[in-house]
């Protein structure tokens, strides 16, 4: 059972990564969305509002790149893991390796999002205090 539980484990975490990388799609898509409201706004808030949409741009990218890493690492796991058991009857190192390699690019997926989530506050805080100072 020890054997079964080492490469089904990784696949076992795919369904999580999944849903961050959903929620991430549609967060990034909201981006794209933003940014084409911005151009047909083009004055001097819009730009302001572009440079502080691509900073969160680029961390969606890289949180993204490791979503998708963490997942092809972990499948990756799962297949090495299985074949190994089955071609030799024992588990592979090279499946802890990529389970090891999965968690870590989740780690920074999740690192990159946090520091998104800095940005978009501190764009939030910057509108209020523009609307408070025009109203």
């Known amino acids: 059972m020890e054997e079964l539980a080492s490469w089904v484990t990784p696949l076992l975490l795919l369904p999580g990564i999944g ?10 898509e ?3 969305v933003e940014i084409h409201a911005l151009l047909a706004e083009r004055g001097a808030q819009a730009a302001a509002c572009a ?10 990218r890289d949180a993204l790149v490791a979503l998708y890493s963490s997942a ?3 499948a990756a796991a799962g297949l090495v893991g299985a074949v190994s058991q089955w071609w030799s009857g024992a588990v592979h190192a090279a499946s802890w390796l990529l389970t090891i390699a999965a968690v870590a690019a989740l780690v920074g997926a999740t690192v990159q999002l946090v520091r ?3 940005v978009s506050l501190q764009v939030v805080r910057g509108h209020a205090e523009e609307l408070r100072r025009d109203g």
């Open 116 to 118: 998104e989530s800095v």
């Open 30 to 32: 909201a981006l794209h």
């Open 72 to 74: 092809a690492a972990l």
């Open 19 to 28: 849903l961050l990388l959903v929620s991430t799609s549609a967060r990034f």
């Open 51 to 60: 440079g502080h949409t691509l900073r969160r741009a680029r961390l969606f």
